[in-house]
Structures are given as structure tokens and as C-alpha cells.
């Protein structure tokens, strides 16, 4: 919302010398936050000229300029700038004639841009200024010739200050406005609460005693909805005015253009820019009729099938079911509380207006502004909702002003349908307010602040009954007026106290373990990314499960990117789709991770065919079964990515590339992080290359993957041959998990170190046989890495040589060599037992 500051100042006292910054200093107090700051940016000298002679001289260019002598100063006098009163300008505008008054712009002076004026040489002549048109001074987009002032209804004297006369040196405030209060959708309801912020004195501009016109039979409207939504009518109050023989070729006064201006509404007609001078003044939507157009009464009703409109924009439009119209004999004239029909609008023929203010259901005018993509002022405010004893002093002063502006005659008495119902008494319990602010209000203060809000109270048993304002339905409940009173007393009384958190509470054992491990991989090197959710069918079925087949996935009602439609069910996508935008950036060395929610539903069921309930009312307990079983399961994963170099090239040291083995290690880190022991298996996956692909299990259960892309799918996504991955389920790798682990004992005792190497046929898994020589050897074997894999000669055809580094320590004792050998020698004879291994020679 924009408020011009001369036309708050009208309602409530600002305080002598206030700039735009103590006024949203002010308002900032009382919960309206600061925006913008809006000025014409136009200084001077701009005055009042008179067009005395002028010269039209073609150019060799094909232009007609008119080299014009202007008065600037009375005669006699100086002008503004210093100079002579009569001034020589060239203008390139055709639309003026000798005794113009018109805007000068004097050397010196600055127009919006900006754009500085001087004296300047063109066209043959020194032009002393120019000759400004609406566009230039800012007061609207016509650019098509000078502006006479005559247009504006202003005959002011030669040399008289423009900038003051045209409202120039006005500025104004924006704020932003929360749903809750639509009421400061308008002068009246800021200039209210500035009041609240600075106790300056408010005069409300609804309850002038010349806006309480007598109701009678006006003219005739009934409200007929049949299909209310949520059973709320979408009408509640109808009222109407009659202005008869007005002239609507009369131009908009200057200080309303300005004011509308500034306020962000363009300036269109004098009968229309009235009606929208009000809405921002009262917060009362208006629209203006064409009387003599109407056919019949009014009727307020719901649109039937295929019925159309034709609305001010020019747009044939086919309305719902749902719609709200305003309709007379001939069918739909407008859309209620959202835009008018074209047949009816006010034109510059137009003498006879009817005024329509009216009080619209907020969630009708909410859905029919949505379902056209129609948003307009109007809407906006009725969707936040409108005072509903407002609309007959609205009306009232709209023909008002048609009377003193254009020169109508209003009928006597103005038509109202409808009776709004008054607000519910909130009982608000005896230091409730103290209690759940945290501050010690006096008596006074919870009543004082009340009554300042417009509420009304009386007392009861232990409590204060407070009826909310007309204007404010925002306030339902106690809660509410508890946040009213630590409003207007002032958010500065409330203590800034840091929360405790109550014993024994703080992260689930998930929640920790989930950061332990994103932590864990961010430590390492590992960069942590956020994706889209969103997937193609093709990447959802390569990357979603390791075997061949199409993998069930949910598609989304109205998806971002129709590319895209599907919920992942993986999380490789996303790491490859930003490693490739930030390879294209130049970063060769990537290591990415993410954990982020995956969607696995299961084939066949439908999901998300469940009906919503109503939005008013709460869900029963069988609604909220049929929910959550309309919801599939959401898995949470971590997903790896690592391509480039592991260890960079420098002096002394080669480049080492990244792959299979640094996917593998990244397992072991979030192993390690959620203190699991991961099964490494040699796997396959129809995505990933054949032989650099681990299968993981935890307890006999897989639960992931990790190996490399297959590099033509690398090549295909940009990325370099070489791209390691790895994909976990985390939750089933915490299923799997005790419910809390320790760290491992660090022995204080000398360890023994041997090597055993054991050639065993090349089908042998390798991690199957370090588990045998582990088991084999017992409680004394600390550790035990593979650290050589050899299929080369001196081996029989079919067999490999695993080798592996063994470290023996007892927690008692130092252990000696034999009891370190017979160790290993248990371990290869378990390895013999299972595999046929033995020991190479």
C-alpha cells in the first residue's frame, strides 16, 4: 500500500517537519513494515508559462519543431531561474496554441530520469527550457504532446510555482501488507494506525456527518446465491447511489491525479478515478455503472453453464459455476468484486451513474481472481476483507465527489440490501494477556488498547468481553487481542529473553546421526548440494533400481517442468545434473553429496486419490488414515558423487584420479558415522560399469550401491569418463543400527604386524575371504586391509593372489611372534576350509 503523505495528513495529525522516514518509522512500531519511498523526483524552477507566439520551421530531417516565445514571470519581473520573463523554447510538440498556459521547466530545474534542464543550442536556437509534457513530469505515461493546463481544469498565473500546484512535492510511503490486515488497504486504515504509533489525532473519514445519506428505496437489487460456498452468502451488504447529470468529459483536478499517482494507480477518467480515489481512501471497492446502460434491476447471483463476460480489459471471458456476477434484465455485467463488465462501464458520454459498493464473501472473490488470473485492486481487498458498514458512507462520498467535480445532482436517498452481522463478543480471561506475552499489563493498558483499536468491552465473570471492530475480522480469538494489546502498548516492552529448551529434549537419535554424517562427508571434502525432486520418466527407471525394468514413481498434478513430472526415486540425477553445471564452471575436482527424501510407491496403487477436506474444517480421524495411506513411502538416501582428481598434481606428486576405490571409501566414512559395519559385495547395476560395481548390505539386507558411471553415460551427461557414486538407504542403515555406539578402545600394548598372501580362485570375493581370515584368526586380530590383488604370471590360470596386512594386539599383554603367526595360520586354514585358498609360495 502507497500513502501519499498530504492525503494521510488529512485524517491524522503528523507531526510538524515529517519526512517519509519518521512516518515509516512510526508505522514500523505498530507492525507495518516498511517498503519504499515514492517521489515524483521532479525539483525546480517548473512553473506556470503562457504560450505568446511560436514558429513552426521544418527540419531536413522531416521534423517541424516550433520555436516558441514563452512568459515565465509576470511583467516586470524575473523569472524563476534569474532570467528574463519571457523565454525562447524549442518544443517538437504540435498539440498547443498561442495563450497556453503550459508547464515550463526553467534551466536548473531536474524531471525524473534524471534528466537536468538547461540552456541549450538545437535546432538553430539557444532553447531557455522546455516545455514539459505529462510523461516528464512523471504524472502519467502520455507522451504525445506538451500539457496544457486547461486539460487539468487549472488556470493559474503566469509564473506560479507547477510543482506545488500540480502536486509535485508530495512524496509517499509504501508498507506492506499482511493478509490479516486488509484494513490497511487505505488512508482511513493508516492514517488509524499511525495514530496508534504516535497518539496524534485520528478523524475518521467514514463517519463525516455529510457521508450519513438516509437509506430508502434506491434503486433495485436483490442477492440471490443458491450455491454459496462453505454456506457463506457472497453477498452480505449491497448498497447504491444515484448520480444524475454529470459532465464526464471534465478533467481529473490536479492534487487527485497527483494523489493516484503516487498511490500507483494511473490516472484514466474523472468519474473513474473517483471511484478509485475512494476505494484508497476508505477501503471500499467502488464500481461506477453507466445507468442509462442498465437494463432492469440488479440481481447478485452465481453464473450458470456457458455463460460469458465480456470485462473492462476487453477479454470475452467463460465463466464457472463458482463465479459471483452482477447481473441486470440482459445477463452479466460484471464479476463481482474482481472487474466490471465492458457493456456498462463509464465512458465520456456517460450522464447518468449508478454507485455500487458492496461487501463480497472474501474466499468467492479469492477463487474467481485466481481462476482467471484477474487480480486487481479491488480483489485485493475484498480477499483480506472489507469493513461491511462502510459501503453506504462509500457510496456516499463518491457521489460526493461526482457532484463537486463533475457537476451531478445525487438522488436524495441511497439503496442498501443486506445486513451484515455484527462481530462476536471474544471473552478474554483476566491475565491471559500477561501470561502468554511475558509482560505485566495494567488494567488500564489491556482497556485502553482495546477501546484505541475500535474494539468495545464489557465486563464478565473473571473476564473482559471484547466485540472486534467492524473493520478488523482478523480478530477471532483471545490470542488475537493478546497480540493487539502487545501491539499498541509496544513491542518494546516485551523482554528479549533467550528460551530454554526443557530437559531432555533436543535432536532424535536419527536427526543426530544424520548430521553426524553430513558432517563426517563435509569434513572429508565433500560439498553438500540441495536438488529438485523432480525427475523424466528415462532417469527415474535408469537410476532407480539396479536391474532392468520400469520403476514405479508418482507424477505430479501440475509439474514445474513438464520435462520433469515425476517424484525421484534416486537421488544420482540431481548430483550428476550439478556436477555437470559446475564442471561447465570450471571446477574439475568435484565431490558432492546430498540426503534428501526419495519416493518409492509401491506398482499398482494409486496414490493420492484420496478427497480433500473441506478447508474450514478439521480432518477426522479416518480422513487423516485415508491421507497418510494415500501417501507413499519417502525413504531418506544419501547419494555421492566424485569425479576428477582424488589427490591434485603438484611438485613431486602426479595427479591421482578419482573412482571406485573413493566411492568405497566415502561408504566407510558414513559407516564409521553411524557406527555400522557396511558388507561390500561385487555387485551389478544398469547404470554403472560392469566389475567397478559394489552391491551394499548391512545384515544380509542391501542397501545400496556405489562403482562408476558407465562412461558413454558419463560422456552423454558431459562428465568425464571416470565418475564414482554411491546411494544408500540412511534409514535402513539406521534400522539396522544399535541404538547408540561407542568408540573403539585404543590399545595402549605393542601390536604385531604380518602380511598373508593367499592365492584363491578369481571368482573368490575377495572381501569373503578377508572376512574368513578374520574369523579364523580370532579376538587377537585388530585389523586386517586388503592391500594387493595379483592375477599375473607365477599364478596357476583361473587364481589370483590376495594379499592382506594383518595387525595382532592383545588388550593384556605383548603379544610374541608365535602367538601372532598361529593367529594368521587359524585365519588361512578358515580361508582354505571355505575358499581352497593357500598360501602363496
Known amino acids: 500500500m502507497r500513502v501519499p503523505l498530504s492525503w494521510l495528513a488529512e485524517y491524522v495529525d503528523l507531526a510538524p517537519g515529517s519526512t517519509t522516514e519518521d512516518v515509516h518509522a512510526a508505522l514500523v512500531k505498530v507492525g507495518l513494515e516498511e517498503e519504499d519511498v515514492h517521489r515524483f523526483d521532479v525539483t525546480g524552477p517548473v512553473v506556470v508559462g503562457e504560450v505568446l507566439e511560436f514558429v513552426d520551421e ?21 523569472a524563476a531561474d534569474g532570467g528574463q520573463a519571457i523565454h525562447g523554447v524549442v518544443c517538437g510538440a504540435d498539440n498547443f496554441f498561442v495563450g497556453d498556459k503550459v508547464v515550463v521547466t526553467l534551466p536548473g530545474a531536474v524531471l525524473p530520469g534524471p534528466f537536468p534542464i538547461a540552456a541549450r543550442k538545437t535546432y538553430g536556437h539557444v532553447s531557455d527550457g522546455m516545455i514539459a509534457s505529462t510523461r516528464e513530469l512523471g504524472l502519467g505515461d502520455e507522451h504525445d504532446g506538451i500539457l496544457r493546463l486547461s486539460t487539468l481544469g487549472v488556470d493559474a498565473e503566469v509564473g506560479t510555482d507547477a510543482i506545488a500546484l500540480l502536486g509535485l512535492d508530495d512524496a509517499a510511503v509504501e508498507i506492506n501488507v499482511t493478509p490479516d490486515r486488509g484494513y490497511a488497504f487505505s488512508i482511513r486504515g493508516v492514517a488509524r494506525e499511525y495514530s496508534h504509533a504516535t497518539g496524534a489525532a ?62 500507483g494507480i494511473r490516472s484514466i477518467s474523472l468519474l473513474v478515478d473517483i471511484t478509485n480515489y475512494v476505494m484508497l481512501e476508505l477501503g471500499q471497492p467502488i464500481h461506477g455503472y453507466d445507468l442509462d446502460r442498465l437494463t432492469g434491476g440488479i440481481v447478485v447471483r452465481r453464473a450458470v453453464a456457458t455463460e460469458t463476460l465480456e470485462t473492462l480489459d476487453g477479454q470475452k ?84 465527489l461526482m457532484v463537486s467535480l463533475a457537476g451531478g445532482t445525487a438522488d436524495a436517498v441511497a439503496g442498501v440490501v443486506g445486513d451484515p452481522a455484527e462481530p462476536e463478543a471474544i471473552r478474554f480471561p483476566n491475565g491471559y494477556v500477561s ?121 505430479v498434478a501440475n509439474a514445474l517442468d513438464a520435462s520433469a513430472p515425476y517424484l525421484r526415486t534416486t537421488l544420482l540425477p540431481g548430483l550428476i545434473e550439478a556436477a555437470k553445471r559446475n564442471l561447465a564452471r570450471g571446477l574439475t575436482d568435484l565431490s558432492l553429496f546430498e540426503v534428501g527424501l526419495v519416493f518409492t510407491p509401491e506398482a499398482g496403487r494409486n496414490y493420492g486419490q ?37 589427490v591434485a598434481k603438484q611438485p613431486g606428486q602426479p595427479a591421482v584420479p578419482s573412482g571406485i576405490a573413493d566411492a568405497l571409501a566415502a561408504v566407510r566414512q558414513i559407516g564409521l558415522a553411524t557406527g555400522a559395519t557396511i558388507e561390500v559385495l561385487q555387485g551389478s547395476h544398469k547404470a554403472l560399469h560392469p566389475g567397478r560395481t559394489a552391491e551394499l548390505r548391512i545384515g544380509g539386507r542391501p542397501i545400496g550401491f556405489a562403482g562408476e558411471l558407465l562412461p558413454q553415460l558419463a560422456l552423454d551427461s558431459d562428465l568425464p569418463r571416470v565418475v564414482a557414486v554411491v546411494e544408500l538407504d540412511l534409514d535402513a542403515l539406521l534400522e539396522s543400527t544399535d541404538a547408540s555406539f561407542t568408540a573403539g578402545v585404543i590399545g595402549t600394548l605393542p601390536a604385531a604386524t604380518q602380511d598373508l598372501s593367499l592365492v584363491v580362485s578369481v571368482e573368490a570375493p575377495a572381501a569373503a575371504v578377508g572376512a574368513a581370515v578374520r574369523e579364523g584368526a580370532g579376538s587377537l586380530l585388530e585389523d586386517i586391509r586388503l592391500v594387493d590383488d595379483y592375477r599375473g604370471s607365477g599364478l596357476s590360470d583361473g587364481t589370483k593372489s590376495l594379499t592382506f596386512a594383518l595387525r595382532f594386539r592383545a588388550p593384556d599383554r605383548t603379544l610374541t611372534a608365535a602367538e601372532a603367526s598361529e593367529a594368521k595360520l587359524a585365519g588361512s586354514a578358515l580361508a582354505a576350509e571355505r575358499f581352497g585358498a593357500h598360501i602363496r609360495d
Open 317 to 400: 471471458r467463460a465463466l464457472d459455476l463458482e463465479d459471483l456476477l452482477i447481473t441486470d434484465g440482459s445477463g452479466a455485467i460484471g464479476l463481482a468484486g474482481v472487474m466490471g463488465g465492458a457493456r456498462t462501464e463509464m465512458s465520456a458520454e456517460t450522464t447518468n451513474v449508478l454507485i455500487e459498493a458492496a461487501n463480497f464473501d472474501p474466499v468467492s472473490i479469492a477463487r474467481t481472481a485466481r481462476r482467471h488470473k484477474l487480480p486487481s485492486e479491488a480483489s485485493r481487498r475484498f480477499e483480506r476483507g472489507v469493513d461491511p458498514r462502510i459501503a453506504v458512507a462509500s457510496a456516499a462520498r463518491v457521489a460526493e
Open 435 to 555: 501470561a502468554l506475552i511475558g509482560v505485566d499489563y495494567t488494567d488500564e493498558e489491556i482497556r485502553g488498547s482495546l477501546e484505541e483499536i475500535g474494539a468495545t468491552i464489557a465486563d464478565s465473570d473473571g473476564a473482559l468481553l471484547v466485540t472486534p471492530p467492524s473493520w478488523r475480522p482478523d480478530l477471532a480469538d483471545k490470542s488475537d487481542l493478546a497480540e493487539e494489546v502487545a501491539r499498541i502498548v509496544g513491542y518494546d516492552r516485551i523482554p528479549s529473553v533467550l528460551p530454554v529448551a526443557p530437559a531432555g529434549r533436543g535432536l532424535t537419535r536419527s536427526q543426530r546421526i544424520r548430521r553426524t554424517v553430513a558432517d563426517t562427508l563435509a569434513a572429508a571434502g565433500s560439498t553438500e548440494i540441495l536438488a529438485f525432486p523432480f525427475l523424466g520418466a528415462a532417469d527415474n527407471n535408469l537410476y532407480g533400481s539396479p536391474s532392468d525394468g520400469e520403476v514405479p514413481a508418482i507424477k
Open 610 to 646: 484420496v478427497e480433500l477436506p473441506s478447508g474450514v474444517a478439521l480432518p477426522t480421524d479416518g480422513q487423516l488414515a485415508e491421507l497418510n495411506a494415500g501417501i507413499p513411502p519417502q525413504p531418506r538416501h544419501i547419494g555421492v558423487l566424485i569425479l576428477g582428481n582424488a
Open 58 to 78: 521544418p527540419q531536413k530531417n522531416g521534423k517541424t519543431i516550433r520555436w516558441c516565445q514563452v512568459r515565465v514571470a509576470p511583467d516586470g519581473e524575473l
Open 202 to 263: 485520528f478523524r475518521d473519514p467514514a463517519t463525516r456527518k455529510e457521508l450519513n445519506t438516509p437509506v430508502g428505496d434506491g434503486y433495485p437489487v436483490a442477492i440471490d446465491d443458491v450455491a454459496p460456498i462453505r454456506g457463506r452468502q457472497g453477498a452480505s451488504v449491497f448498497a447504491t447511489r444515484v448520480v444524475r447529470g454529470v459532465d464526464a468529459s471534465r478533467p481529473t483536478p490536479p492534487w487527485m491525479v497527483s494523489r493516484l499517482k503516487l498511490a
